[in-house]
Each structure stands twice: as structure tokens, then as C-alpha cells.
T-cell receptor
Framework: DTAVSQTPKYLVTQMGNDKSIKCEQNLGHDTMYWYKQDSKKFLKIMFSYNNKELIINETVPNRFSPKSPDKAHLNLHINSLELGDSAVYFC????????????FGPGTRLTVL | GENVEQHPSTLSVQEGDSAVIKCTYSDSASNYFPWYKQELGKRPQLIIDIRSNVGEKKDQRIAVTLNKTAKHFSLHITETQPEDSAVYFCAASIKSGGSYIPTFGRGTSLIVHP
């Protein structure tokens, strides 16, 4: 059940800080995603990334940036945190282009004070 | 961009009843429609999906139907059980490069009373 893992599980920080959330998948998948789920449970894609292309949801502020040190990891960096960034962030991954089943990580609950 | 509407926002049923959740989408380019179940405090998990070249798909007690012309799709759960209680999300996905980019509905909270 740890196929897609995220750290930390909870993150509490002050406005204006810079923070990172890490995501790792051991499924051998080549596409990874970041999603944001707000307090009303609305789920929105932020990024889709494989080693060839990064697709960015145009509504995502440029304070958010994905960084992939290798195929198994996609970390999310957030600069100058704002109150509205408080949410649960989910990482997900999928294999190849012939399947679209995405596997989600357990989520990181970010609280900005 | 794509817009997905999902109804109802809350659905309360008795154990053994059927439950139906409906979604509509706006972009005719969407061609992949997954449904996710999210239990309280847990991650979303894919329960069933359908592609635009298929009208219906079943998996035991769960079925999904798609009407491309009308741009709507539905999730049907039969013989509901208390463990079906969760939030269900539909999504309409457009292929971009090697990935399907989903737009989610706002979710339906299903409550199954024993």
C-alpha cells in the first residue's frame, strides 16, 4: 500500500515561508501528477509530468513548481506561502500511455497560518 | 476549458437500495471518464472508468453509462452497503500529449444507512 508515498503527511507553516512536499512512487510509472483538494473537497489537477513534458494547469500560481530529480520522484515546491494555499495535496502516478489508471498518494495536509 | 457538473452533492440511501450519481461535461474533446471513491481522510481511488467509444461498463455492483451526444455520464451502484459510504468524484479527461488531464466534478457524498 506504499506504492505512492508522500512526505510529510502534515505540514503547518507560517505565511511567506517556502516549503516542499516530496512524492515517490515505486511502481515504475513514468507520469506523475500533483493535485490540490481544498476545504470543500474540490479536487483540481496542478501538474502532469513525465520525462518528456510538463503540463501546467494555467490557474496554478507560479509560486508552485514541480521538480523531478528522477523518474520515481516528483516534489512540489511552494514559495511565499499564502493562507489560500491551505489544502490537501495529492501526488499520483500512472504507467505509460496505454493506461490511464492513476494511483494516488496518501496526501499531505498543508496548513498556512 | 472543461467544466464538469455533478449531482447530487449528497445522497442518502438505505442499505440494499441503488444509488445513481450523474455528471455532465462541456468539452466534446473529453474522451476518458474515470470515477473515484474517497473515504474520509483517505486518498481517491479509481473504482471504474469508461472511454468515449463505449456506452456502458459494469464491474460487479458498479456500472457507468456514457451518453456522448448529451455529454453526460452516470455511476450506478446496486445493492448498496454501508462500506459504500464515501465521497464519489466523476472526471472528464482530455488527452494532452501522453497524459489524460482530468477535470473533476465537485463530488457526491454517499451515505448508506444500515
Amino acid at each position: 500500500d506504499t506504492a505512492v508515498s508522500q512526505t510529510p503527511k502534515y505540514l503547518v507553516t507560517q505565511m511567506g515561508n517556502d516549503k516542499s512536499i516530496k512524492c515517490e512512487q515505486n511502481l515504475g510509472h513514468d507520469t506523475m501528477y500533483w493535485y490540490k483538494q481544498d476545504s470543500k473537497k474540490f479536487l483540481k489537477i496542478m501538474f502532469s509530468y513525465n520525462n518528456k513534458e510538463l503540463i501546467i494547469n494555467e490557474t496554478v500560481p507560479n509560486r508552485f513548481s514541480p521538480k523531478s530529480p528522477d523518474k520515481a520522484h516528483l516534489n512540489l515546491h511552494i514559495n511565499s506561502l499564502e493562507l489560500g494555499d491551505s489544502a490537501v495535496y495529492f501526488c499520483a502516478s500512472k504507467l505509460g500511455t496505454n493506461t490511464d489508471t492513476q494511483y494516488f498518494g496518501p496526501g499531505t495536509r498543508l496548513t498556512v497560518l | 476549458g472543461e467544466n464538469v457538473e455533478q449531482h447530487p452533492s449528497t445522497l442518502s440511501v438505505q442499505e440494499g437500495d441503488s444509488a445513481v450519481i450523474k455528471c455532465t461535461y462541456s468539452d466534446s474533446a473529453s474522451n476518458y471518464f474515470p470515477w473515484y471513491k474517497q473515504e474520509l481522510g483517505k486518498r481517491p481511488q479509481l473504482i471504474i472508468d469508461i472511454r468515449s467509444n463505449v456506452g456502458e461498463k459494469k464491474d460487479q455492483r458498479i456500472a457507468v453509462t456514457l451518453n456522448k451526444t448529451a455529454k453526460h455520464f452516470s455511476l450506478h451502484i446496486t445493492e448498496t452497503q454501508p462500506e459504500d459510504s464515501a465521497v464519489y468524484f466523476c472526471a472528464a479527461s482530455i488527452k494532452s500529449g501522453g497524459s489524460y488531464i482530468p477535470t473533476f466534478g465537485r463530488g457526491t457524498s454517499l451515505i448508506v444507512h444500515p
